[in-house]
């Protein structure tokens, strides 16, 4: 009788820690999105989560690629996903390998920092790291990586053996120092044959940096000049107020990478051995918190923007790492941890997020338009660079401050729009406090023509602007297009502007020129004007060709219900409103336009299948000395608000001055607006 009872007490003792592991992984509906247990509203009473829960995120995802991992020789490859991303050749697998091996380590170090007998599917972790590391030396193994040869390039090894590197730098009593030292001599030859060599004029460089750091903090002997180079480089992409550009591109790269790798390289090289160059990038690095901040939605959601996007949550590392910085006072990171827990909410609770237990590459599920050629499946662990804030102490304050919703609880005002402008690198950061999005408008100057990569001149850059309440839709052939300007060519396709020229922000007001890439003759003087409910359109005309053009709102993903349209004339303009249940989006054409019609679209959003948008068309005939002005209202509200009719037209006259090449604007509130072309 007491063998029964005390087997009992084992069984319930051992049962409630069973059941939390697969409620980490298993909602009630049985989808395999991740949930947290035990949530802590008292101290984070927006999203719940402590570092706890980030260490329980770090495991979810861990675990699932961990589910092809049965004995120490299987690598980290994961099923392809159908569409561009490699590999599309026997000889690129072992770089797949290499990329899901470095890339889930990321994950795994903080993991095994914090618990170095972690076991996952009967799998000693730090176990299968050594040895998978081993295998990468081994000529004998599929997964060996041979040396950069002689006059070599850089490639895809080169990144992930910089990503080995940040790994071995932070745990290296857990991945290098066990090592045999003729495993220690062998990686060094081959890591080193790829830091001491050509890198890519952009954030690559950190990759040389990071591997030539590391072997020299192990006693090796390392091309110093060279690393001297690649830092002063690095610190030539800044730009001011946070941002490095990429060469020539702005996106958040300047966070997953420079920003980050700046940071973790003074904090674990740079302090010690160059402190002038760790000085440089922890004063950049303090730039992040007066304008990224405003890059997210209230509720801690990020934008869908730039190439990569399938990193996500990796957007938000900067966040964790403002720990690292000596001066905290003007640091809310009350705040800092209520976005980036929620944008790792925003990922891990969205059920299309994983696929076969690993992230499918995309933005929520898979989204072909938004993957580049040089991603494979297990590129998306790059993500996983947010859970490097767990190397941030337990006592740190942003792990013990009280979660805020920082300036959007008070300084931002009920009724207005408010920027954030960066002028080294031209970004506007707009926040819209009534939906409480964030929306950004940034460099694109890219021809498809040059871009053999495919993507600099797309969707991924070339929208007008992007809204973390509507992430972006892809053009369809038939002219669909979200957010800017299509033409029909020569060639009876439909063209998206894409060749856009910064002229100035003035006033509340952001300016750029444009040319179509494949008729000169196709131009536009853009104004955007953001309001509280949206976007007031003021764009000249400059074509002297004729030419067919439209321009798309932001889409609707079509959700629960069927997306309603409701059009009614309000003063003379015609009034479109689509509702999917939770956004309402309104397009008013003010002055130019001849029709306005919403296109329903299928495998052209992210977020559903199904989706729908408002375009306005019009075919433009060339007049002498009479150039058009095209004005447009661009609005929206949460589903079930109500819409005045000041609201839908806020506009009270539009006048155009040849002399003066301005448009002067006077709103139904008595403010007034002159665009400066």
Known sequence: MKKRILFILLLLAYFPIVAQEQKIVNNPTDKNVFEIVNPNYELSPYTGMTKQHWKDAAFYLLKGAFSYIHTLDDPMKFP???????????????????????????VAAPLLKDNPNLVINNIKVADYYRYQIGLLINPSSPSYIVSR??????????????????????????LWDPLPQVQKDALAKTMLSYGDGPTVPSNWKFFNIFVMSFFKSKGYAVNEPLMLEYLQKSLDHYRGDGWYNDNPAFDYYSMWAFQMYGMLWSEYIGKQYYPEFATKFENNFKDVKDNYPYMFSRNGEMIMWGRSISYRIGA????PLMGFEKDKKDINFGWMRRIASGVMQQFLQNPDFMKDDVPTLGFYGAFEPAVQVYSCRGSVYWMGKAFLGLLIPDDNPFWTAKENEGPWEKELEKDKVYHKFQKGS???????????????????????????????STE??????????FPWQADGKNGEVSMNYVFKNSKQEWEAFRLYTFKKFEDGIYYRDVVLETN????????????????????????????????GHYALPKLDAEIKTTIKKIKGHQVTIMDNGKYQLAMIPLLGWDKTEVLEAKGLHPVANESAVINVSHNFVPQKDNPEIFATLM???KSGEKWSSDELIPVNT???SKTSNTVSIVMKNGDKKSVNF
Do not use: H
């Open 80 to 106: 392809k996903q159908l569409g561009v991303s490699y590999p599309k050749e026997e000889s690129k697998v072992p770089t797949e390998k290499l990329e899901g091996l470095c890339r889930t380590l990321f």
């Open 149 to 174: 040869a002689k006059n070599g390039g850089p490639n895809q090894n080169l990144v992930e053996f910089g990503a080995l590197s940040v790994s071995m730098l932070i745990a290296p009593e857990i």
């Open 316 to 319: 938000t590392i900067p966040f």
């Open 426 to 456: 031209e970004i506007l950061i707009t926040d819209y406090t009534n939906i409480g999005a964030s929306e950004i408008r940034a460099w694109c100057n890219a021809k498809v023509k040059d871009d053999w990569q495919k993507f600099r």
């Open 460 to 469: 991924n850059y070339n929208r007008l602007s992007y809204n973390s309440a």
């Open 520 to 551: 000169s003759n196709i131009k536009f003087n853009l104004a955007d004007i953001p309001l509280a409910n949206g976007i007031l359109r003021i764009d000249k005309n400059n074509c002297t060709d004729p030419i067919a053009m439209r321009l």
């Open 635 to 637: 609005l929206w509200k």
């Open 654 to 656: 539009i006048n155009y």
